[in-house]
T-cell receptor, first 113, second 112 residues
Framework: KAGVTQTPRYLIKTRGQQVTLSCSPISGHRSVSWYQQTPGQGLQFLFEYFSETQRNKGNFPGRFSGRQFSNSRSEMNVSTLELGDSALYLC????????????FGPGTRLTVT | DAKTTQPPSMDCAEGRAANLPCNHSTISGNEYVYWYRQIHSQGPQYIIHGLKNNETNEMASLIITEDRKSSTLILPHATLRDTAVYYCIVRASKTSYDKVIFGPGTSLSVIP
């Protein structure tokens, strides 16, 4: 099976712009989670989607949003970018059965200048 | 906040067993222990999970104490490719949608 893919792998944006990141989960996985990873804060949970519904959300401002499509592909959007949004954004997909282990993609490295 | 505590860093000689400890003193009866690792510049990789019995797979062994308040991940013959950050997390067993909270993990350096 193909793994989790994320596009683009690298991105440079300017403060105030918005950005959309994409994630394609492993075939058959309906759960997709997003994480932000920075040197200072580590891996932080953003949100989780299952069958096009957001089931859980982390403690991030409303500028961070996401969605999931009927084919389980997911996108996350960050509006009005700030310098502090520079991070590695990781997507993970999970199967629908226990132990619900997560399979991570390689991440999108976002740099905000 | 993470429900687990781990030492920030450890060294291990190549070919020796790497024993990575994790404390989870507030673990609930329905929570499992999961381990992941993250090799530099890659996404985290699932390693193993367990409830109360010792578990082993092709990557590692997991030893959970009888009171379930701590566990140890064992890499039996560490190689240079095992150099990574190792994360221990706990999460409920019956749902797939609980938040997965990662702590800072343990940075393992395998020394030649």
């Amino acid at each position: 099976k193909a793994g989790v893919t994320q596009t683009p792998r690298y991105l440079i944006k300017t403060r105030g712009q918005q950005v959309t990141l994409s994630c394609s989960p492993i075939s058959g996985h309906r759960s997709v989670s997003w994480y932000q990873q920075t040197p200072g804060q580590g891996l932080q949970f953003l949100f989780e989607y299952f069958s096009e519904t957001q089931r859980n959300k982390g403690n991030f401002p409303g500028r961070f949003s996401g969605r999931q499509f009927s084919n389980s592909r997911s996108e996350m959007n960050v509006s009005t970018l700030e310098l502090g949004d520079s991070a590695l954004y990781l997507c993970a997909s999970s199967p629908d059965r226990f132990p619900y282990e997560q399979y991570f993609g390689p991440g999108t490295r976002l740099t905000v200048t | 906040d993470a429900k687990t505590t781990q030492p920030p860093s450890m060294d291990c000689a190549e070919g020796r067993a790497a024993n990575l400890p994790c404390n989870h003193s507030t673990i609930s009866g329905n929570e499992y222990v999961y381990w992941y690792r993250q090799i530099h510049s890659q996404g985290p990789q699932y390693i193993i999970h367990g409830l109360k019995n010792n578990e082993t797979n092709e990557m590692a062994s997991l030893i959970i104490t009888e009171d379930r308040k701590s566990s140890t991940l064992i890499l039996p013959h560490a190689t240079l490719r095992d150099t990574a950050v190792y994360y221990c997390i706990v999460r409920a067993s019956k749902t797939s949608y609980d938040k997965v909270i990662f702590g800072p993990g343990t940075s393992l350096s395998v020394i030649p």
